[in-house]
């Protein structure tokens, strides 16, 4: 498979004019929006023997290959450096290109057409930091390199937890403010361990516990702590919070 750009000035065309292209992503590829264009969609990049592959879609419910396709496109697109991962190009380029269906499936583009939905999730509808985890390849990603770990006897066992809900995304890759692995580790570490132990985790505790961290990095340099003390006030906050809320419950 060979790795395409999508300039920033057909970018900038398809975004302008989302209202009257949006029909053209109903199709079965992107060949129509380029002849809307008027010329060439993609352009060339050095990257041209990247090992071909292709995304699960076989689920009814498509967050269920979430964990999958994030094993199949960070470990195959791993070599991108953080700079070549944030770059819209990029992943324009591969949700136009060989994965057009996926995109249309992951987020029911054919259902819900409009130019919000197709903006977010074929490019960048928003600041870059949080378009990395709306576009849909760059999602995946982006979870993969935050969450791989090559230390653990199960080296995927982080990615399958934030996998589990679209809200674990959102509340720890959009509401944490570290792109930092050696930070996101430790946090998922104690939220499995927390679990496993019996304590309460749930989506509205894992929202309060990427809150505390941001808050402990407002006390703290987060990159200058050990991923053992990271852990450690993780676990601590999640035993509190969910004696809280059993407390709450029997009241």
């Not at 944490?176 to 496993?196: D, Y």
């Amino acid at each position: 498979m060979k790795l395409n750009l999508v300039t920033f000035e057909n970018l900038s065309k398809i975004k302008t004019n989302l209202d009257d292209l949006a029909e053209c992503f109903r199709s079965d590829s992107s060949q129509k929006l380029e002849e809307k264009l008027g010329g060439r969609l993609f352009t060339s990049t050095r990257f041209d023997h990247v090992n071909n592959f292709e995304l699960d879609t076989s689920a009814e419910k498509p967050f269920l290959t979430d964990a999958e396709n994030v094993r199949k496109v960070f470990w195959n697109l791993r070599f991108l450096t953080v700079t070549q991962a944030s770059d819209e190009r990029l992943w324009a380029a591969l949700c136009l290109g060989p994965f057009w269906h996926y995109v249309k499936y992951r987020w029911n583009i054919d259902n819900n057409c409009v130019p919000s939905n197709i903006k977010q999730h074929f490019m960048f509808g928003y600041g870059t930091r949080r378009s990395l985890t709306r576009n849909a390849l760059s999602r995946l990603w982006w979870i993969g390199r935050l969450t791989y770990d090559e230390e653990r006897s199960d080296k995927w066992e982080l990615t399958n937890f934030v996998c589990e809900s679209s809200d674990y995304v959102m509340h720890i890759l959009e509401r944490i403010t570290s792109n930092n692995p050696a930070i996101i580790r430790p946090f998922l570490s104690a939220v499995i361990e927390a679990r496993k132990k019996g304590f309460l985790i749930n989506t509205n505790i894992v929202g309060e516990l990427s809150k505390y961290l941001n808050l402990l990095g407002g006390t703290y340099i987060l990159d200058c702590l050990t991923e053992k003390k990271i852990h450690d006030k993780i676990f601590d906050k999640a035993r509190e919070l969910s004696e809280k809320a059993k407390e709450d419950e029997n009241t």
